[in-house]
């Protein structure tokens, strides 16, 4: 088991931090990473032309291993609503067909899927838990893979729900999608790093991730698969690094039709992300180290707490076991205001989200069992 990891963050050693599904902190050696590249633009000539590509090799290389994929398919991306662009322009099974999301999914997912259903002429298809349920995540993923049918083209989901941690069973939905033809889009945001996935096991044909939550990863920068559905693809834009003979700078007008293997054609331009990349190859290494699951296990172990205070107050989890260890939803006694709540906690330097009628608290490696304490006191008073 990890013990807690707080002396590698910079971190305000006051602040109880509980919200990374808001921001990572960065670690102090992405610190160190983007100062060195950084002071190198001070002297543009020590930098190589191999220098473009390293990092950017290094970086597809860490990330293809957590998420069980090979390094060429993947794509570096701004953002997850690039990364759903270049998935969602690409898949064209034809007029007519459903699209699938969840409730409340992240905006960017839904306008992107949104948009695919008007272009595609098909219509959009929202699955939530059942309310009623005595297991809500339960019901929910039921209810997701029992919508999956022929008339199924795409399903845009989260691997965790953003607002209340739900976990989806990517690997049956992924199954029900391979067997009824349906492309499987996965936003990976609020779980990849700190969870393990696998995505030739779940069949996941794009996995979308911004890097700042659990990737510890910097802002504007964000990490994608692509899978064989989208190995001719066309890119939403034609960067001459993705070409073949990118790498000899003195040949680039020396015009090349053809594109880097697999997913490569999908790297945003000025794909090397000087400053940036570095930070996100220190982060990524750190967390294989710890290992995703290891992650999970040490969020888990700060977690019982909490879930023994919230039982004895007879409020539970939202989602209950269906929860993600990492990312939940707290549920608040009946007439409570959780803003009142949040801003009292904050004065306290405890820091938690609001979604809806609950505290949103996420629990990474730098927290310890004090982070808890601290808010449960404060929830008593
Ligand atoms: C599930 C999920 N996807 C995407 C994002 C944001 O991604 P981007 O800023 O790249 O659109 C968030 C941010 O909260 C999120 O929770």
């Known amino acids: 088991m990890l013990i807690c990891q707080k002396h590698l963050f910079s971190l305000d050693p006051e602040v109880s931090y ?53 390094a060429q398919d993947i794509a570096l991306i701004p953002s997850t609503s690039y990364g759903f662009a270049a998935a969602l322009s690409n898949w064209k099974p034809g007029p007519g067909k459903k699209a699938i999301t969840v409730q409340d999914e992240f905006p960017s997912g839904y306008f992107s899927l949104k948009r695919w259903v008007e272009e595609n002429k098909g219509e959009l298809q929202i699955i939530g838990p059942d309310f009623e349920a005595k297991n809500r995540g339960k ?12 008339s199924t083209g795409v399903v845009l989901i989260s691997s965790v729900h953003w607002m209340n941690g739900v976990k989806f069973d990517l690997e049956a939905i992924g199954q029900r999608c391979a067997e ?107 967390l294989m180290a710890w290992t995703p699951g290891g992650i999970q296990d040490y969020a888990a172990s700060l977690k019982s707490e909490l879930v023994n205070f919230q039982r004895e107050r007879g409020l539970g989890l939202e989602m209950g076991a269906y929860a993600s260890n990492h990312l939940f939803g707290l549920p608040l006694p ?48």
């Not at 090799?57 to 994929?69: L, Q, W």
């Not at 019901?139 to 022929?150: G, K």
């Not at 904050?346 to 304490?373: F, H, M, P, T, W």
Request: glycine share 6%; aromatic share 10%; net charge negative.
């Open 180 to 286: 009824v033809g349906a492309c499987f889009i996965v936003d990976g945001t609020q779980s990849v790093g700190a969870m393990p996935i696998d995505v030739k096991a779940a069949k996941i044909d794009a996995l979308i991730v911004a890097s700042y939550k659990w990737l510890l990863g910097p802002y504007s920068l964000g990490l994608s698969f692509f899978g064989e559905k989208f190995h001719d693809g066309k890119p939403l834009e034609e960067s001459w690094m993705n070409r073949t003979n990118s790498h000899i700078f003195s040949e680039l007008t020396n015009y090349q039709e053809e594109f880097l293997p697999g997913a490569n054609r999908f790297n945003v331009g000025e794909t090397s992300y000087f400053i940036l990349l570095p930070m996100l190859a220190k982060a990524l290494e750190q």
């Open 18 to 70: 509980l919200n990374n599904a808001y921001r990572g902190p960065i670690l102090k050696s992405s610190e160190e990473a983007a100062l060195k590249d950084l002071y190198q633009m001070r002297n543009p000539f020590t930098q190589k032309s191999e220098d473009f590509f390293t990092t950017v090799s290094r970086v597809k290389e860490i990330f293809s291993a957590m998420v069980g994929s090979d």
């Open 139 to 150: 019901s929910w993923n039921e209810r997701l893979l029992e919508s999956i049918d022929t």
């Open 334 to 381: 009946e007439g409570s205001d959780p803003k009142e709540i949040k801003a009292k906690l904050e004065a306290e330097k405890v820091y938690v989200s609001v979604r809806g009628q609950s505290l949103r608290v996420s629990i990474n490696v730098y927290n310890e069992a004090r982070d808890l304490e601290r808010l449960m006191g404060i929830l008593l008073t």
